[in-house]
């Protein structure tokens, strides 16, 4: 097998257990499994770029070949006549073939009125708001260690293990968690309890939201709710529908099992909605619902959402109605959406069931970070040649043509020599000014800042909100732009990468651009903190 197939092979020992028949019963007996490993991320961005520069060229060459040629013969003709020559010239055309004159201009109308009329609506980001739950929900790392004692009956064992997360998870004092769970008195993880999180948390985002547009709820045309866990019937929409009156036509939908990513997912789902239904608004409400999805027992990896989650909500108003572009504070961009659902460690990585015991709970396994960098690879790689200006993308084509064409060389040792040399990565952070990392947890954001080569500066967002809110899941990358938006950071014309993750296993990104200076709001989450940040973690 040549050397190339085999780098594209992992091995792996799997126990099978006792064997309980055949010559060698009573024994433990392993396998090995060999896997075909997803692709290398630099090999697939050259794929990915060496396409880009194909289709490029292809694309645009008879304009590269005749462009130059026109503007010399137009600057030769014009440059030998004087401005009163040229004026006179066109006055003379155009009297004597008026009706030609008036021809062109009439189908040029024609064609522009057509272009315009066809062509998608922009889908602007109106405000958005964040809830921000009571101070009397707050809690400590240790007050937090001290809920766990109670829910897993005086397990040390189980104890130490949280305590080691907690300690290096990121998060700090001031997250918010039910009633219901700090008191550990009763099951929290019931119908009642969750509809009365979801009142609260959908409610309170909403009701800001409303305040800030000035928009009446009956105006409102499509409506997106997902939370990943909580999924009662009636849905979750129709419980916003029923408490604001909404009108009867409404468009509405109701995600669920979709994870952290979710709410990119809703945004996707709102826009396409928005261009199929003109002069409207989408209303996308993110959360999740803690207590419902609190896990009490002791698998150590069933554990880990405990530690991590906490209470959050967003609501976001998005618009494709005209009379909105001068008040909107942004205009969606483009959405990349990646699933790698189809292989199945990936499927599993994040798994809702429940243990021996009988407890329900998600599953975390082990090969999470190494499933999400796959999943963020990709999409990535799908977004690059889509945002990246055309020097980062035309310096890394010249640069991967460069290596080819040298790798080929009879000189063995100049050849091993390139073939060694780190390949160029695309800077980023030459396409967006902002970074909204979902804030799972700290490894998570170390191993991306990693990856994209990113500043503490384009991360103090993701680390920040971690640090106050904890994992607010599908609504944690707008507690990022809120804080962002907290520290006046954000001026016209900047693009805002927002990127989530989660089950399935899915990476998805939008991409907004700021249509003005967006000042400090007078209801933000940040606002009676945002001073005291940022903090060292």
């Known amino acids: 097998m040549a050397r190339s197939e085999r780098d594209l092979l992992s091995t792996e020992i799997v126990n099978r257990g006792i064997e309980s028949s055949g010559p060698n019963a009573g024994s433990l007996t392993f396998s090995v499994r060999v896997r075909r490993r997803l692709p290398d991320f630099l090999q697939s961005v050259n794929l990915k770029y060496v396409k880009l520069g194909y289709h490029y060229l292809i694309n645009h060459a008879i304009y590269l070949a005749t462009i130059p040629v026109l503007l010399l013969v137009f600057s030769a003709e014009v440059g030998s006549l004087s401005r009163e020559e040229l004026w006179e010239k066109l006055w003379e055309d155009t009297r004597h073939d008026l009706a030609s004159v008036l021809g062109f201009f009439g189908v040029f109308a024609f064609t522009l009125s057509v272009y315009f009329m066809s062509r998608p609506r922009s889908v602007y980001l109106v405000d958005f708001a ?3 739950p009571s101070d009397d929900l707050k809690v400590t790392r ?21 305590r080691r997360i907690m300690k290096s998870s990121g998060i700090g004092d001031e997250t918010y968690i039910p009633k219901v769970v700090m008191s550990a008195e009763e099951n929290c993880m019931t119908m009642k309890h969750g509809r009365l999180e979801a009142s609260m948390v959908m409610f309170g985002a909403l009701d800001e939201l409303f305040e800030k547009t000035k928009v009446r709820p009956k105006d409102v045309g499509i409506l997106v709710v997902n939370c990943s866990i909580f999924n009662p019937t009636p849905s979750l929409s129709a419980m916003i529908i029923n408490h604001y009156k909404m009108r009867g036509n409404i468009i509405s939908y109701n995600l669920g099992g979709m994870g952290c990513s979710a709410g990119v997912i809703g945004v996707d789902l709102a826009r396409d909605m928005l261009q199929a239904n003109p002069n409207n608004y989408a209303v996308v ?27 959050g909500c967003s609501a976001i108003l998005m618009s494709n109605r005209r009379r909105d572009y001068h008040r909107a ?23 809702q069931e429940e243990d021996e015991q009988g407890f329900r709970g998600l599953k975390v396994s082990k090969n999470i970070m190494e499933i999400g960098g796959d999943a963020l690879k990709t999409n990535i790689t799908t977004l690059g040649p889509l945002v990246l200006p055309f020097s980062e993308q035309l310096f890394f ?31 980023y952070k030459l396409a967006f000014e902002h970074f909204c990392v979902h804030a799972a947890s700290k490894t998570v954001l170390d191993e991306l800042q990693k990856n994209l080569e990113l500043s503490e500066k384009n991360m103090e967002a993701s680390r920040m909100t971690l640090h106050r809110f904890g994992n607010t899941s599908s609504s944690s990358i707008w507690y990022e732009l809120a804080y962002l938006e907290a520290k006046e950071r954000v001026k016209r014309g900047d693009r805002v990468w927002q990127i989530a993750f ?3 296993f899915k990476c998805n990104s939008v991409v907004w651009q700021a249509m003005r200076r967006v000042k400090k709001p ?14 060292a973690l």
């Open 329 to 351: 504070k942004y205009r969606l961009q483009l959405i990349v959406r990646t699933h790698t659902g189809a292989d199945d460690r990936s499927f599993r990585s994040v798994y």
């Open 285 to 311: 409400v993110s959360t999740e619902m803690v207590g419902y999805n609190w896990y009490a027992g002791r698998d150590r990896s069933m554990m880990i959402p405990n530690c991590f989650f906490r209470m």
């Open 397 to 427: 084509f010249a640069t991967l043509v460069w290596r080819h064409l040298f790798s080929g060389s009879a000189d063995k040792s100049r050849s091993s020599s390139l073939a060694s040399t780190k390949p160029y990565i695309p800077d």
């Open 522 to 535: 007078a209801r933000n989450p940040w606002l009676d903190c945002v001073d005291r940040y940022p903090v």
């Open 142 to 162: 240790e007050q937090f260690i001290e809920v766990a004692g109670k829910w897993s009956k005086s397990d040390e064992a189980s104890l130490d293990f949280q």
């Open 130 to 132: 964040c809830y921000r």
């Open 502 to 504: 989660g089950s399935g």
